[in-house]
C-alpha cells in the first residue's frame, strides 16, 4: 500500500491530503529567481523542493505542468515596503550593462545551476517582461471592481482595505498589518497597499524597461506578475503554488489579493506550500546580502552538486537548515557512501533483461515504502533511511536492488547509479561502460534464446580482456 500524498497547505495551517482539481493532473507555480545575480544556494534549496514536490508526482502517475517565472522587471530594492531601485535597473547601472543583458546572463546561469543539480526542467518559464498585456488586463480588471486607485507620480496602487480576506494566508490581524506604528508618507490609503503599476520618473532620468498602459508610461508591480502568469499558463485556478517563506506575508498575499476579487472558484490556489530558508553564519542567504555561495563555487571547491542535492534531502523541507561546510562534508561523505555501496552491487552482478529476474513483490515493497515516505509530506530523510535498510538487507537479491536504487534516482534525482558507473569506469576494476553494454545485450540476445548472437557477444567481450559469468541474478562480470 502507497500512502496518499499530503502535503503541509499555508493557507489552512495543517498537512492535508491532496485533491487534485483535475484527476491525474498538477497545475504547481513556483515563485523563481529575480535575475540580477547568481542564485545563491538557499535559492538552490527551493529549487530542489520543488523538484522532489513534482518527482512525487510523476511518480503517483500524475501530469505536472509546472512554472517557474523569471522576475526581469518590478522587483525593487525593499520589497517589504514596495520602495526603492529596481533591482535589475540598479544593476545594469552598477555595471555599466543593459538590463536586457544582465537578465541573459543570470538566467544562463539559473539554467545552469539547476541542471547541475538534476532539477528537472519546468514545463514554462515565462519571463515577466514577456507578459506586459496580461499584467496590464489583470490590473485593469482590479481597477474596474474598485480595487485600484492612483497615487500621482507614484504609480498604481492595490487598496487592501477592499479585501476582506487580505490577512487569510499570513493568519495575522488584519488591522495591526494595515495600521503598523509607522506613520505612511507614501500617500498609501493603508500601510499594506502595495504597487500594481509603477510609473517611470518624470525628473528627466529614463528607465531602460518601460511600457505605454492606460495609467500612463511605466512599469509592472512584483507581485501582478505572478498571478498573471499563473493564470495564462495554468489556469484561473491551480493547484499548487511555492516559493520561500518571506512570501508568505507580503507576496503571496498580494497575489491572493490580486487574484480573488475577479473569480468565481475561491480559493485561488489550493495548496501554499513554503520552503525554510538555508540559513549563512546568522542569517537567511540573501543575494541582496551578497552571499556568494553559488552551485559554481561548490563546484571550483571538487564538490559534486549531488552532495548538496542530498544534504538537503537529509533535511525536512519547511524548518530552516544550517550551511556550514562541515556539514556539507558530511553529506559529501555519506553520499559518497550510498555511491560505493550501489557500485559494489553493480559492480560484477547484474543485469536484469527485461526486468525478469527480479523479484516483483519484494521490489513493490521497497518501492511503496520509499513513496510512501515521500508522500507523506516529502520525507526525503526517512526515503533515504529506508534506502540504507535496502542496501545491507540480506534477503534481496542484486537486482531486485538495483531495480529499487533506479526508482530512488526517479523520485529523488540523486543520481546514485550514473555516480556508481562512473566510479567503477574510473577505478581499477572498472568495468567501462561499453563492456557492460556488451554483457547487457548478451543477456538480451540470450533471453530472446538468440544463442548464436549471445555468443558473438561473448567472444567480444573476451576478446576486450572481460570475462562473463552467469549467475542465478544474471551474470558477473570482470577483468580476465
Ligand atoms: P529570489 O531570486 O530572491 O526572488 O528567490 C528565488 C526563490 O528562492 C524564491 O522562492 C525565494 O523565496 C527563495 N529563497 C531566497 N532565499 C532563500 C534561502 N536563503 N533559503 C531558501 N530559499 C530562498
Ligand atoms: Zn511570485
Redesign the pocket.
Known sequence: MISPIKLYNTLTKQAEEFVPIVPNKVGMY??????YWH?????M???ISNDIIKRMFLANGYDVAHVINL?DVG?LANDEEDEGDDKMERKAKEEGRSVWDIAKEYTESFVSDIADLNVISPTYMPRATDFIAEQIEQIQKLEDLGFAYVIPEKGVYYDTSKFADYGKLSGQDLSKLRGGERVDTTGKRNHTDFLLWGFSPNDGTKREMEWESPWGIGWPGWSIECTAMGTKLLGANFDIH??????INIHHTNEIAQQEPSIAHKPWVHTWVH??????KDA?????AG?ALTVPLLKSKGYDPMAFRYMMLMGSYRSPMDFTWDALDAAAQGYKNIVKKVADIRRGVLHTPSGASIAPLQYEGWKNKILSAVNDNLKTAVALSVLQELLSDDATDAATKLEVIRFVDELLGLQFMDRAQKLLDAGDVAVPSEIVALADARAAAKAAKDWARADELRAEIDRAGYAVVDTPDGFQLGKK
Do not use: A, Y
Open positions: 513556483s515563485c523563481g529567481p529575480t535575475v542564485q545563491h544556494l538557499g535559492n534549496r527551493t529549487f522576475t522587483h511555492t516559493g520561500g517563506q518571506e512570501h520552503f525554510g530558508w538555508l540559513m549563512g537567511k542567504l540573501s543575494k541582496s552571499d
